[in-house]
């Protein structure tokens, strides 16, 4: 079957830095993307990573490492707003993308 | 705000009910997608329109029923659905096939009695 795993929640301070991490098992890869979403809202594309390496996006950075069916979404600077779900998401191709469950992330004061 | 709007945002439905959700994108995408968001689960592709054609349709239980009138549009059509239908249903739009960026619409949180 195809699978990301992602952890289901994480708590970090504000200013701090976390990382997100998702492994992924599916039949086909074309990139790896990370998605925000805020309860009651939609989910929003933070960034997509087609190739091994970091891609950094203002305090936001993700990383992928296709040889290990692994990537992470870091987020420094962390501040309250950044309280939200991240979702890992495979590209497998066509119209096709699998997602992990999220992660829950909450920032404290 | 996403280009992608979602009506209505709230809906409670009783089991022998047909209602309709109803998706539609101003960004002049070719490419429309409906997925179920239950509780602490992955987010499940249920059916994917391309140029007003169904591409992918994820073995859905016949009780949804999608509808793609043009590109801008897309429904989905509900009737006899079951109390773990409840879920946030999502509508996502993309530009071309090839490209993984979706644009999400904010849901129709749907209660089934």
């Known amino acids: 079957g195809q699978s990301l795993e992602q952890p289901s929640e994480v708590t970090a301070v504000e200013g701090a830095i976390v990382q997100i991490n998702c492994t992924y098992q599916t039949s086909g890869f074309y990139g790896l993307s990370w998605y925000q979403q805020h309860d009651g809202g939609a989910p929003t594309f933070l960034s997509y990573?087609?190739?091994?390496g970091l891609e950094e996006t203002g305090r936001f950075s993700s990383f992928l490492s296709r040889s290990d069916s692994y990537g992470y979404l870091l987020l420094q600077e962390l501040q309250m707003k950044d309280s939200a779900s991240y979702f890992c998401a495979v590209y497998t191709g066509g119209f096709k993308t699998i997602f992990g469950a999220g992660t829950r992330l909450f920032v404290k004061a | 705000e996403t280009g992608v709007t979602q009506t209505p945002r709230h809906l409670v439905m009783g089991m022998t009910n047909k209602k309709s959700l109803k998706c539609e994108q101003h960004?002049?995408?070719?490419?429309m997608y409906w997925y179920k968001q239950s509780a602490k689960k992955p987010l499940e592709l249920m059916f994917v329109?391309?140029?007003?054609?169904?591409?992918e349709n994820n073995s859905v239980p016949s009780r949804f029923s999608p509808e793609c009138p043009n590109s801008s549009h897309l429904f989905l059509h509900l009737h006899t659905l079951q109390p773990e239908d409840s879920a946030l249903y999502l509508c996502?739009?993309?530009?071309?096939?090839?490209?993984?960026?979706?644009?999400f619409g904010p849901g129709t949180r749907l209660t089934v009695l």
């Open positions: 996502a739009s993309s530009q071309r096939q090839n490209t993984d960026t979706q644009y």
């Open positions: 990573n087609a190739l091994d």
């Open positions: 329109y391309s140029l007003e054609e169904r591409v």
């Open positions: 960004l002049g995408h070719n490419a």
